[in-house]
Nanobody, 127 residues
Framework: MFSCRRLGGGLVQAGGSLTIACAAS????????IGWFRQAQGKEREGVAC????????AYAESAKGRFTISRDNAKNTVYLRMNALKPEDTAYYYC????????????????????WGKGTQVTVSS
C-alpha cells in the first residue's frame, strides 16, 4: 500500500517548487521500479518520472526534464518527486506506482507497467 503526501502546500504559484512523497507499507521499495504519474482534468494519465529498482536509473517525460527530480530513500521506504519551476499546466492529481517486474528503466514511465498504485495527491499551480 502507498500513502502519498505533499511536503508543503498543495497550492503553488507558477515558478515555485513543491515536493511530493509516497511512503510504502507492506513491502520494501528498494527492489521495485517506481513511477510518478499525473492526471489533469479531462486528460489521460501520463508518466512524468520513473526510477528503477535495480540501479536507481531515472527517466523523465519531456515535460518534466530539467524541472522534476525523482528520488528514493530506501531507509524510509519512500519515493519523492521534487518539482521546480512549476507551471500552471503541471496542475494535476499526482500518483506514485510500483512494479516488481523487471523492464528497461525507461519503461517504468508507462502506467500499464505498474502493479501497485498510491491514492495520489492534488497539485495546483496558479498563474
Amino acid at each position: 500500500m502507498f500513502s502519498c503526501r505533499r511536503l508543503g502546500g498543495g497550492l503553488v504559484q507558477a515558478g515555485g517548487s513543491l515536493t511530493i512523497a509516497c511512503a510504502a507499507s507492506g513491502f520494501t521499495l528498494d527492489s521495485y521500479g517506481i513511477g510518478w504519474f499525473r492526471q489533469a482534468q479531462g486528460k489521460e494519465r501520463e508518466g512524468v518520472a520513473c526510477i528503477s529498482g535495480s540501479d536507481g536509473s531515472t527517466a523523465y517525460a519531456e515535460s518534466a526534464k530539467g524541472r522534476f527530480t525523482i528520488s528514493r530513500d530506501n531507509a524510509k521506504n519512500t519515493v519523492y518527486l521534487r518539482m521546480n519551476a512549476l507551471k500552471p499546466e503541471d496542475t494535476a492529481y499526482y500518483y506514485c506506482a510500483a512494479t516488481a517486474s523487471i523492464v528497461y528503466y525507461t519503461d517504468y514511465i508507462y502506467p500499464e507497467v505498474m502493479d501497485y498504485w498510491g491514492k495520489g495527491t492534488q497539485v495546483t499551480v496558479s498563474s
